[in-house]
């Protein structure tokens, strides 16, 4: 007897709330449609870098819209520790197997911890592997706080770069900061960083020092949360101003003109 | 007698479903969170590039929350015509005259055609003169359409840069993407580009006959509407798929490794 093969699946890539990590537990409707839930809930099978703290996401899904199983029946793969970080942009990490659903006939969904995976996080290989095996990817709605530290920040938002984290050992950190400062005030595009928040301090002291007087600099921090704050303005007012960033809130920083 | 000052308002950023100027018209609660519709139906003055649009997206979103005020009373002022053209982050115009409702105490949005205001669309000098002038800016959730292009490309999503436009003559163009690919295949930073929907094909054209056969290329057309299709290959594998892209459906380009 011939049993025909299911036409394969779809990976969703369902983003999150902005709070991971954060003391301030927020709404899940608060920063994502309604139809991204919804979708969402639909899922069983999926690839997150963290088991845990997906199904405490899928708990807060839950609570909203009913999920098609039981926390404790859902399919999660977690992408290696390596890839967590080192990334998995680079070719070197084969996601194929973790698509086995997909081929099935199951939809599968992509986690990250905060915002849209794949972006300032890991899950590329997985939406690399899925586009070979002919799997149909479908982004989902959702917050993407690099985009909305970028509007905030009142600068260039037509030609940008996001370069991620920067060295933290402070000669190359400001060697990094000269290089993204000429490249901003050359070119006039924007340069997007992150830090660990407990080094966001270290981070803005160094910029302060670093950057020229007249160059820009804008922060956004706790984006999605009752105390966000986007600040920008150019680094003489920086320096007067007294403004800090504390070393608990997620932060974007920006350097532009 | 002596009146206070108001405290100054808020400037809103809000964004907007990404089917501006497309057949389809997306219910606006499965591109945006509740809280964003909510908190863009209590704002009274707006900035935006075109009123009438504006007024549009404004009825829209009157249909799932009422509006604080009828639409013909609302207080609505264009982003003057040269600034659509060659874009308002170089400095050279002065929004602070927009913003005199904020200084008044009322709130003020900031609206963009599609997606998020000032990112791939004007904008930025209204949030700089917010910053400016001292007055408190918050963004709210809504689609990117580049951030989910990225994601969906399976391509670095840890350095990225999105360069807006590229020349649409021949030689210009042709000279653009090979610096673009030399840059995404040199530095690994996914190069993200977008081109008016009627120049699309010519676009794509162009890129499979420019690029290295082991160069990745992906799109993302038609985001957040039913028929969305986002592709990534690399350039022996788009050559041979026969894989078009229409002069109607906005689209998003990534060129990566």
Known sequence: MHTAKPAPGRLLLVPAPLDFACDVLTDVRDSMPDSSLRAAAAIRYW????AKSARAYLGRI???????APLQSMHIQELPREVHKKGDHDGS?????????????????????????????????????????????????????????????????????????????PAERVARIRSLEALALGSGQTQLLI???????????????????????????GLGMP???????????????GWECDKRTPTVFAIGR
């Open 93 to 169: 990490f084969d996601a194929r197997h973790l698509l086995a659903p997909a081929l099935d006939g199951q939809d599968v969904g992509l986690l990250s911890e905060a915002g849209m995976p794949a972006i300032a996080d890991p899950g590329s290989s997985v939406v690399r592997a899925a586009h070979d095996l002919g799997i149909c990817v479908l982004p989902l709605m959702g917050p993407v706080s690099l985009m909305l530290a970028l509007a905030a920040s009142g600068m260039n938002g037509q030609s940008f770069a996001f370069v991620g984290y920067i060295p933290s050992t």
């Open 195 to 221: 830090e660990t928040p407990y080094r966001n301090p270290a981070l803005l002291a160094s910029l302060l020092q670093t950057l020229g007087p007249n160059t820009r600099l804008a922060t956004a921090s």
């Open 47 to 50: 690839v997150c870098e963290n």
């Open 62 to 68: 839950g609570a909203v819209h009913p999920l098609c």
């Open 227 to 241: 105390g966000q704050i986007c600040r920008s303005a150019n680094i003489t007012t920086w320096r007067s101003s």
